[in-house]
């Protein structure tokens, strides 16, 4: 499975952008897929993902913020930001996995495909 995230950009505080993902060899149905970000110095973190397309979870501080969502038919996920604060400049990635069970969707290491990253920078 492929993976191509894309949609990032600059911003100011407040503003909204939409990331998208687009996988490529293999349907996007039988995945689990979800978004992880990664800032300078830090750790990839958690930020949203569904389970089998009837659960999302999402990291606490984007909760109410952004929006996750999926097109089976268009084999792509959308990861909706909207006010987009400072501490959300990251990279942020998507990914993919077969067999992440419920207890481990927030687990970087239960995901086997990644994308290569779209650039978020949220800046006055």
């Known amino acids: 499975v492929q993976l191509q995230a ?3 950009g600059l ?12 996988t490529s060899g293999r349907p996007l149905s039988p995945y689990t897929v ?7 110095g830090k750790e990839r973190e958690f930020v949203a993902a ?4 009837a659960y999302t979870i999402y990291e606490d501080s984007v909760k109410g913020r952004f929006t996750f969502s999926r097109d089976n038919a ?3 996920v959308y990861l ?7 501490e959300d400049t990251a990279v942020y990635y998507c990914a993919a996995g077969p067999s992440v ?7 970087a ?9 779209t650039q978020v920078t949220v800046s006055s």
């Open 34 to 40: 979800g978004w992880f970000r990664q800032a300078p």
């Open 101 to 107: 069970i419920r207890s481990s969707l927030a687990s």
């Open 74 to 76: 268009k084999n792509t």
């Open 6 to 8: 894309s949609g990032g």
């Open 50 to 53: 569904t389970f089998r397309g």
């Open 80 to 86: 909706q930001m909207n006010s987009l604060r400072p």
């Open 109 to 117: 290491s239960a995901y086997a495909y990644w994308g290569q990253g």
């Open 11 to 22: 911003v100011r505080p407040g503003d909204s952008l939409r990331l998208s993902c687009v």
